[in-house]
């Protein structure tokens, strides 16, 4: 064994010697360089000039300051986006380096940006693992945590990119220090109080303590302007010198001067009758199960825009001394009312807004419009490290919306586009996946082959390699048809794909059933995606009530829980609610914003996540 190792160390510098003669070529062809003189104290971290003058002192250098001149020149090559090159010298070089110190995280700091350039941030958060205790460079350390930062921020860990944030604090100048405390401020808002608690008890260092309980106590008594008042007060008294003592920020700054609403009287418009009153019926008794679950005083009275015309609902309710409405739900509905809306009191309407909605600081617009639900699974597509993802869909009105709305934020995403298959029925699913996957030319190529060669040729077919992954926009039993033709449709030796679905797809399947959608992700409303006692409550109530309006039943809850919290979520961008229907949070013109949650079929049974 030991005469292995004492054989293969003078191998490997070969390969670094040739890796570093090929480099310096490759540097000289560019044009001529000036190199700086050589120094035997370099500081890691940052590059002040062209990879071909860190070749040239690399050359001209031996030991340990041979290699920190090859990290320095892979690290320009990664400034100048040449992610190749900077590989090329990294590999050979890995090696001959200490297990430890600046020149062990020289080389972790960047294999971890070539991972994050290829979105592969858990691998390359692994990297950036090591003892806190390491003798870095300013510089080094500044582009750990600015790295960790934007990798926990990739991957929604809200609470871990507060923590790089804060680290990274020390290593900014005056300026940035006030853009890196709101970009700070932005993640912890954006962490549940919950889990803002326990940590806030488990911190050793007062100052990050300080800043979890500043966000805890935000999120706790928003809908208490007095008290927070008062929680503030002692919170700078307790924290004279903390950073936010000096300059709070400035979202908690507006939601303090604005008072919630604290209506006495709330009329609800909805068409209780007509064609869709088992909708409008699902969205009262989550409403009212609210309510009741919170033993609250207040009066709610419902106004039936199914008999009678939604104006007409609307002034009553005004005249009958309403202070807040919720609805109307259906858009002409909601058109009609809109025209006559003055702002005289605070409006939750139950639908989406349109870019030509009247504006007002007290209209709001809550909807389940499923174009949201398609750009969110762009996006978690994308975080999962996917590139050329494909649309299959239904070649109905819902299926074409939530196709196009894919496309258009996989555009935002990424240059590369995407494609979107239309099936008509379940009859021409099989040929639409073939299509997709070109199995159907692959098979016509076999055709061909065996034409000229005889039928006993053997070949298989071969399906696309330039595809990772599958959008399904389809209802359940249209999955379960779906899911067997894509799994049949992939070639022998071909990586399979990673599926993913809608909340159309999720459906009760028992075990027998679902075990041939092992694998496939859905996003739906988290109380649908685990048991609970709100779901268990709802279900044994209303056991025939299908899921579609189980979801409505959510958004009548969740309307009546937001009514306390709109006015102060509207001016505090990191103020969000997690309702049944997902985490709720207000944009600056009124419309909600709802983050579904996901899980995944594995062993024939959807688990969250």
């Not at 106590?217 to 919170?235: I, N, Y």
């Not at 075990?511 to 649908?528: A, F, R, T, V």
């Not at 709109?566 to 600056?588: C, D, E, I, N, T």
């Amino acid at each position: 064994m030991v005469k292995s190792v004492s054989q293969s160390r003078p191998v490997r510098r070969r390969h670094l010697a040739l890796a570093l003669a090929f480099a310096v070529l490759a540097g000289c062809a560019s044009g001529p360089q000036t190199p700086a003189a050589p120094t035997e104290t370099l500081s890691l971290g940052q590059v002040s000039q062209t990879p071909s003058a860190y070749l040239q002192l690399a050359n001209n250098s031996e030991g340990s300051l041979q290699q920190s001149y090859l990290l320095l020149a892979a690290r320009a090559y990664l400034v100048q986006g040449q992610r190749s090159a900077a590989q090329n010298l990294l590999t050979p070089l890995a090696p001959q380096l200490p297990d430890s110190g600046p020149l062990q995280a020289e080389y972790r700091l960047l294999q971890a940006h070539i991972l994050a350039d290829q979105q592969l941030r858990s691998e390359a958060l692994a990297l950036l693992s090591w003892p806190a205790n390491w003798n870095l460079s300013a510089a080094q350390w500044r582009d750990f945590f600015e790295l960790r930062a934007t990798l926990h921020h990739g991957e929604g860990q809200h609470l871990s990119e507060a923590a790089a944030l804060y680290g990274l604090g020390p290593y900014l100048n005056a300026q940035e220090q006030a853009a890196n405390a709101d970009a700070l401020w932005t993640a912890l808002s954006r962490t549940d109080e919950d889990t803002l608690k326990t940590q806030q008890a488990q911190a050793q260092d007062p100052v990050w303590r300080g800043w979890l309980e500043l966000a805890w106590l935000t999120q706790h008594f928003a809908v208490q302007p007095s008290s927070l008042l008062g929680e503030l007060a002692r919170w700078q008294q307790a924290n004279p010198s903390h950073p936010a003592a000096q300059r709070l920020p400035m979202d908690l700054e507006r939601a303090l001067s604005v008072q919630p609403y604290r209506p006495h009287q709330v009329a609800v418009l909805l068409p209780l009758s007509g064609r869709v009153a088992s909708q409008a019926r699902a969205i009262q008794d989550g409403l009212l199960a609210n309510l009741l679950a919170n033993e609250e005083q207040r009066e709610v009275r419902f106004y039936d825009t199914g008999e009678m015309d939604a104006v007409e609902a609307y002034q009553q309710a005004l005249t009958d001394g309403a202070e807040f409405i919720i609805g109307p739900l259906l858009k002409p509905n909601l058109d009609k009312v809109l025209a006559q809306y003055d702002g005289q009191v605070p409006l939750l309407a139950l639908n989406a807004k349109e870019p030509d909605s009247v504006s007002s600081a007290d209209l709001y617009f809550f909807s389940l419009d499923p174009e949201t639900e398609a750009a969110q699974a762009a996006q978690r597509i994308w975080l999962e490290g996917h590139k050329h993802p494909l649309v299959l869909a239904s070649g109905n009105a819902i299926g074409k919306r939530m196709a196009e709305r894919f496309v258009e934020q996989w555009a935002e995403l990424s240059d590369d586009p995407v494609e979107i298959h239309y099936f008509g029925n379940q009859a021409s699913m099989r040929g639409t996946v073939q299509t997709a996957m070109h199995v159907d030319q692959s098979e016509e190529r076999i055709k061909a082959i065996k034409a000229l060669f005889g039928a006993n040729t053997q070949a298989d077919f071969r399906s696309r390699r330039d595809v990772d992954a599958l959008y399904l926009v389809a209802n359940g039993d249209e999955v379960r048809l779906l899911k067997p033709f894509v799994d049949v449709s992939l070639a022998v030796f071909a990586d399979p794909l990673a599926l993913y679905a809608s909340s159309r797809a999720h459906m009760a399947l028992n075990n027998q059933q679902s075990q041939e959608l092992d694998g496939l992700e859905l996003s739906d409303m988290p109380w649908l995606l685990d048991s609970n006692e709100a779901r268990l409550q709802a279900e044994s109530l209303w056991p025939e009530r299908h899921q579609a309006l189980m979801r409505l039943y959510a958004m009548g809850y969740d309307s009546w829980s937001l009514i306390d919290r709109l006015a102060q979520m509207r001016v505090f961008s990191g103020y969000r609610v997690k309702g049944l229907s997902g985490f709720l949070a207000v944009s600056p013109d009124g419309e909600l914003e709802r983050e579904l949650s996901w899980a995944k079929y594995r062993r024939g049974t959807l688990q969250a996540d």
